[in-house]
T-cell receptor
Framework: GAGVSQSPRYKVAKRGQDVALRCDPISGHVSLFWYQQALGQGPEFLTYFQNEAQLDKSGLPSDRFFAERPEGSVSTLKIQRTQQEDSAVYLC????????????????FGPGTRLTVT | AQSVTQLDSQVPVFEEAPVELRCNYSSSVSVYLFWYVQYPNQGLQLLLKYLSGSTLVKGINGFEAEFNKSQTSFHLRKPSVHISDTAEYFCAVSNTNAGKSTFGDGTTLTVKP
């Protein structure tokens, strides 16, 4: 079946521009995560949704970052007034359920969107 | 708070040799532990996970890892590597049912012919 997809795969933005990154999770997956991966580092948590509810946004680095998942499926990560330090790969992951259980913890990752801010 | 330390940033090894990628974690509560592999320009793929039970966990592609609570470690091993195992490997920890994970900085495994 189809995995997690993200678009665009690559995005170049001039400093100050707004960008929107899209994530299509696996159909039926309840939980959706966004991570930021800087060059040479591991992914860092940004935010988490369970269905349409944003349950944790503690990792968003500033109020320029905003995420939504209005219908509990597709999610969009928006970055306003991009800065050079926003350059990174943005990874989306989904998992089957937000409740306890072994399968709940198995996250499936998309290929990421590489954002370059010039 | 929780953290993950991957002790080796790069591990070069010859084909068919054994390999160990080291991971230590810190957490004030019980944790779940994961290893992921990332090939160039791709997302992360789960190799194996420890949730409870047996401390020796077997995963895909012949990898295994052992959870050691007293040493707070979760080292990844493979008895004989292949060229195709060349990739970036990430250790991760989670202490919530929601699955939010904290990742290490990764270890680049390079398998030479």
């Amino acid at each position: 079946g189809a995995g997690v997809s993200q678009s665009p795969r690559y995005k170049v933005a001039k400093r100050g521009q707004d960008v929107a990154l899209r994530c299509d999770p696996i159909s039926g997956h309840v939980s959706l995560f966004w991570y930021q991966q800087a060059l040479g580092q591991g992914p860092e948590f940004l935010t988490y949704f369970q269905n349409e509810a944003q349950l944790d946004k503690s990792g968003l680095p500033s109020d320029r970052f905003f995420a939504e998942r209005p219908e509990g499926s597709v999610s969009t990560l928006k970055i306003q007034r991009t800065q050079q330090e926003d350059s990174a790969v943005y990874l989306c992951a989904s998992s089957l359920t937000g409740t306890s259980g072994t399968r709940a913890l198995e996250q499936y990752f998309g290929p990421g969107t590489r954002l370059t801010v010039t | 708070a929780q953290s993950v330390t991957q002790l080796d940033s790069q591990v070069p090894v010859f084909e068919e040799a054994p390999v160990e990628l080291r991971c230590n974690y810190s957490s004030s509560v019980s944790v779940y532990l994961f290893w992921y592999v990332q090939y160039p320009n791709q997302g992360l793929q789960l190799l194996l996970k420890y949730l409870s039970g047996s401390t020796l966990v077997k995963g895909i592609n012949g990898f295994e890892a052992e959870f050691n609570k007293s040493q707070t470690s979760f080292h990844l091993r493979k008895p004989s590597v292949h060229i195709s195992d060349t990739a970036e490997y990430f250790c991760a920890v989670s202490n919530t049912n929601a699955g939010k994970s904290t990742f290490g900085d990764g270890t680049t495994l390079t398998v030479k012919p």
